[in-house]
Nanobody, 119 residues
Framework: VQLVESGGGLVQPGGSLRLSCAAS????????MSWYRQPPGTERELVAT????????NYADFAKGRFTISRDNAKNTVFLQMNSLKFEDTAVYYC?????????????WGQGTQVTVSS
């Protein structure tokens, strides 16, 4: 299983970024995908989750109305469109999935992509 995030960078408050996560090594279209983030000095937190077919999404309260998670199962890619970015959105953003193994469900993570919101 490999998850590779891209699209992070430096953006001004009020700006937008689109993160991508390219997945490989598993049946991508069979599993839900999530984005998490870890702001400086804090724990990792869930941002959004999308179901395997993309028909159902869930967002953290801070993401509702500003962020949109989507996926392209033909390209094994999940996206996070982030609009109206705030200083407090500064964090490393991680792609995540959970896949069943013989020992139970296992979390897989990408390496993360840095998002910095600064003027």
């Amino acid at each position: 299983v490999q998850l590779v995030e891209s699209g992070g960078g430096l953006v001004q408050p009020g700006g937008s970024l689109r993160l991508s996560c390219a997945a490989s090594g598993f049946a991508f279209s069979s599993y839900a995908m999530s984005w998490y983030r870890q702001p400086p000095g804090t724990e990792r937190e869930l941002v959004a989750t999308i179901s395997s077919a993309g028909g159902s999404t869930n967002y953290a309260d801070f993401a509702k109305g500003r962020f949109t998670i989507s996926r392209d199962n033909a390209k094994n890619t999940v996206f996070l469109q982030m609009n109206s970015l705030k200083f407090e959105d500064t964090a490393v953003y991680y792609c995540n999935t959970m896949i069943p193994t013989a020992k139970g469900w296992r979390d897989y993570w990408g390496q993360g992509t840095q998002v910095t919101v600064s003027s």
